[in-house]
């Protein structure tokens, strides 16, 4: 395992929250930790798990957009496509090796 210089510190990350709904509030909140999880555990178990639980919130988000509320009337089923297209893109970065990594 590598070794990576830990933060002692806190980070405190603000979200402009008027135009959320309280569950939209409750899922970012959840995901955050989720994630922090994922990023800090030394299960196996748990880092696959936790990984595919932030996928599933990040899907249930895009499902919950104010954008497929204000389109519920359409026949096109936007939310579906929106991740149908968002795992596309993220497989052909993965078969490229071009995932995106910020500072490592």
């Known amino acids: 395992m590598a070794n990576h210089k ?4 806190k980070v ?5 929250t008027t135009e959320l709904s ?9 995901l955050n930790k989720m994630l922090v999880h994922v990023m ?7 880092y696959f798990d936790g990984s595919a639980e932030a996928m599933r919130m990040c899907a249930s988000l895009i499902k919950q957009a104010r954008f497929i509320q204000e389109v519920e009337d359409s026949s096109i089923p936007y939310d ?4 149908e297209y968002s795992i596309d893109l993220l497989q052909d970065q993965m078969n490229a090796a071009k995932v995106v ?3 490592c």
């Not at 800090?40 to 748990?46: A, L």
């Not at 579906?80 to 991740?83: I, N, S």
Request: hydrophobic share 30%; proline share 0%; aromatic share 6%.
């Open 22 to 30: 309280s569950a939209h509030v409750r899922i970012l909140k959840t």
């Open 101 to 103: 990594t910020y500072d």
């Open 12 to 16: 405190f990350i603000e979200i402009e």
């Open 80 to 83: 579906e496509q929106a991740l």
């Open 40 to 46: 800090t555990t030394d299960e196996e178990g748990e």
């Open 6 to 9: 830990t933060n002692t510190e």
